[in-house]
């Protein structure tokens, strides 16, 4: 049984930053891929951001890049996306994301994951 719920979402203004937390319980990583993705109304889940194991491998979106950073602390079983210069395209409803298996490459794709978590809303205004 496994849970992915995360944190840290909220209202804030154009330019600002928000980090999001992600905290899995029922099981541990266990060289996990993690990886975090963003829906806004009326469109589909999109990537934002993945990571492997040891978070050597990180890969972005290229709108979010120079931006966000995504990290884990598997000891705590969290991922994080720190969001800075936030823009109101940001808004979204925001979904960690974990692959239960190693894997040398980030992967970018919702098929590839395996469990979710409830989603965080983020709203940026002008």
């Known amino acids: 049984q496994v849970q992915l719920v995360e944190s840290g979402g909220g209202l804030v203004q154009a330019g600002g930053s928000l980090r999001l937390s992600c905290v899995a319980s029922?099981?541990?990583?266990?060289?996990?891929?993690m990886g975090w993705f963003r829906q806004a109304p009326g469109k589909g889940r999109e990537f934002v951001a993945g990571?492997?194991?040891?978070?050597?491998?990180?890969y972005y979106t290229d709108s979010v890049k120079g931006r966000f950073t995504i990290s884990r602390d598997n000891a705590q079983n969290t991922l994080y996306l720190q969001m800075n210069s936030l823009k109101p395209e940001d808004t979204a409803a925001y979904y960690c994301?974990?692959?239960?298996?190693?894997?040398?490459?980030?992967?970018?794709?919702?098929?590839?994951?395996?469990?979710w978590g409830q989603g965080t809303q983020v709203t940026v205004s002008s």
């Open positions: 990571i492997t194991w040891l978070g050597t491998n990180t």
């Open positions: 029922g099981r541990t990583f266990s060289r996990w891929t």
């Open positions: 994301a974990a692959c239960p298996r190693f894997t040398i490459e980030v992967l970018t794709t919702t098929q590839e994951y395996e469990y």
